[in-house]
Nanobody, 126 residues
Framework: QVQFEESGGGLVQPGGSLRLSCAAS????????IGWFRQAPGKEREGVSC????????RYSDSVKGRFTISRDNVKDTVYLQMNSLEPEDTAVYSC???????????????????WGQGTQVTVSS
């Protein structure tokens, strides 16, 4: 069974940084994309970034491009999201998921069956 466990969220001041982790288990991650999504209260879910676990290719949404960096550790089957220059608008629950489509403007949910983690809360506030 596919499982994700996210961690690393918390409270940070505007301009600060956080590093999220998404530990995957239960499947072969070598040939798939994993995506980070976020959802703020009262807003639709938004695709943030995605990475191909084999070749390391990445995509970002325009809202985070230049501030966030996605990476992976294939030995640990873990995907990371380094978030810099955080803004109050980045406040949301961040979750990782697969399978997804990794479009030029970030990840999209297109498959009927998508596996999600439980999410980790990121709050950007002074």
């Amino acid at each position: 069974q596919v499982q994700f466990e996210e961690s690393g969220g918390g409270l940070v001041q505007p301009g600060g940084s956080l590093r999220l982790s998404c530990a995957a288990s239960g499947f072969s991650s070598d040939l798939i994309y994993i995506g980070w999504f976020r959802q703020a209260p009262g807003k639709e879910r938004e695709g943030v970034s995605c990475i191909h676990m084999s070749d390391g290719s990445t995509r970002y949404s325009d809202s985070v491009k230049g501030r966030f960096t996605i990476s992976r550790d294939n030995v640990k089957d873990t995907v990371y999201l380094q978030m810099n220059s955080l803004e109050p608008e980045d406040t949301a629950v961040y979750s990782c998921a697969t399978p997804i489509m990794c479009a030029s403007d970030g990840p999209r949910v297109v498959y009927k069956e998508t596996y999600w983690g439980q999410g980790t809360q990121v709050t950007v506030s002074s």
